[in-house]
T-cell receptor, first 110, second 113 residues
Framework: QQPVQSPQAVILREGEDAVINCSSS?????VHWYRQKHGEAPVFLMI?????EQKGHEKISASFNEKKQQSSLYLTASQLSYSGTYFC???????????FGTGTRLQVFP | DAGITQSPRHKVTETGTPVTLRCHQT?????MYWYRQDPGHGLRLIHY???????DKGEVSDGYSVSRSKTEDFLLTLESATSSQTSVYFC????????????FGSGTRLTVV
């Protein structure tokens, strides 16, 4: 079952912040985040493994609440280059595969 | 070098014909995956492999088969193509373990007419 991402779409001005959420009904071992630009392949951003873990990548960070099976991606002071579709991928215990959400389309305007 | 290549990049085929897509990697990664991407559905897992001749089904495996006879190659076959299999197909590779993400190929755009 695919994880649920929210919101489905976000429109921002440069410098604004955004949060993208990913929620699963199943117990999770890890959560991945990817960004895909139009016409290109998804690109790996980060992986989160532990409950409450946070990671950062430039001005993009994420958290993972293992008990709630939820992860959030935080984009601060957004740049034009942040535009794209963001996907979370969830991995359950004792599996070797990622199940992706349906994506959140982020558009950043000048 | 990209490390992972998909071929062909584009293909148009007729309903009922078999089609094989190829994923080739030079990274010696153990895990390989086939996903399809459709509007509104995100990326959906078709099949994956965790070693030579070791494969397993994903969420949308009906109508597809895979083979992996060498570490570097993972083939996806549409046994009898249907219009519902018109999609963009992505291959991904992973070293495996706790801290490794997936690297995706550039995708194959398949149109079944």
């Amino acid at each position: 079952q695919q994880p649920v991402q929210s919101p489905q779409a976000v429109i921002l001005r440069e410098g604004e912040d955004a949060v993208i959420n990913c929620s699963s009904s199943k117990a999770l071992y890890s959560v991945h985040w990817y960004r895909q630009k139009h016409g290109e392949a998804p690109v790996f951003l980060m992986i989160l493994l532990k409950g409450g873990e946070q990671k950062g990548h430039e001005k993009i960070s994420a958290s993972f609440n293992e008990k709630k099976q939820q992860s959030s991606l935080y984009l601060t002071a957004s740049q034009l280059s942040y535009s794209g579709t963001y996907f979370c991928g969830t991995q359950r215990y004792n599996t070797d595969k990622l199940i992706f959400g349906t994506g959140t389309r982020l558009q950043v305007f000048p | 070098d990209a490390g992972i290549t998909q071929s062909p990049r584009h293909k148009v085929t007729e309903t009922g014909t078999p089609v094989t897509l190829r994923c080739h990697q030079t990274e010696n990664h153990r895990y390989m995956y086939w996903y399809r991407q459709d509007p509104g559905h995100g990326l959906r897992l078709i099949h994956y492999s965790y070693g030579v001749k070791d494969t397993d089904k994903g969420e949308v495996s009906d109508g597809y088969s895979v083979s992996r006879s060498k570490t570097e190659d993972f083939l996806l076959t549409l046994e009898s193509a249907t219009s519902s299999q018109t999609s963009v197909y992505f291959c991904a590779i992973s070293f495996g373990g706790l801290n490794y993400g997936y690297t995706f190929g550039s995708g194959t755009r398949l149109t079944v007419v």
